[in-house]
């Protein structure tokens, strides 16, 4: 059962109620699309998928509390970043220490290259991949302020950090894969 999206609002419904073919149908239709999410704050794909299939159950159990105002793939999106965080929190290998050195991020000079700016295509999948290798701390504060639009006051909230830590840990996220981008471009 493939989703059309002005059929969008009928399958919410359904699925609110617990019918399994609008759930399948809601899933099917924003799976490329939040899969991308997860993937950039995990490691690996399996770390994705797990991710993925603990947020879409968060959507299923949520969709009575969803007003239909506002977007509901925005709405999704929020709750797999949730998810990501979540499923960092819980995992006592991967701890998210955050560097606490706030000083660093008002004393940063990172070099900038005196080269001329080109245009250039990266691939996509490359982009994720080296996403992907950032630390976790990193990875999770570069997705939250560039790719979920929070501020640092909310990251901070959202992490337990203060907003210097959150600046800081953006700054270096950006220069790191800055770095890993232009080994590929050169």
């Known amino acids: 059962m493939a989703l059309h999206p002005s059929k969008i609002k009928e399958h919410i419904a359904l699925a609110a109620q617990g019918d399994r073919k609008s759930q399948k149908a809601i899933f099917e239709y924003l799976y490329g699309n939040m899969m991308v999410v997860c993937l950039r704050y995990?490691?690996?794909?399996?770390?994705?998928?797990?991710?993925?299939?603990?947020?879409?159950?968060?959507v299923f159990s949520g969709l009575k509390n969803f007003t239909l105002k506002g977007s509901f793939e925005g709405w999704v999106r929020r709750i797999m970043a949730n998810t990501?965080?979540?499923?960092?929190?819980k995992r006592k290998r991967d701890k998210l220490i955050f560097a606490s050195d706030e000083y660093l991020y008002d004393n940063a000079q990172i070099a900038e290259d005196n080269?001329?700016?080109?245009?250039?295509?990266v691939d996509p999948k490359l982009i994720?991949?080296?996403?992907?290798?950032?630390?976790p701390q990193y990875r999770m504060v570069f997705n939250l302020y560039v790719m979920e639009g929070y501020s640092h006051k909310e990251i901070a909230e959202k992490l337990s950090i203060s907003e210097g830590t959150s600046k800081s840990n953006l700054s270096k996220a950006k220069a790191n894969l800055k770095q890993r981008l232009q080994k590929h471009i050169r």
């Open 42 to 58: 995990t490691r690996n794909e399996d770390e994705a998928k797990d991710i993925l299939q603990e947020g879409f159950l968060k």
């Open 84 to 89: 990501a965080i979540d499923y960092y929190r």
């Open 115 to 121: 080269q001329d700016e080109k245009d250039f295509l």
């Open 128 to 135: 994720i991949k080296e996403l992907q290798n950032l630390s």
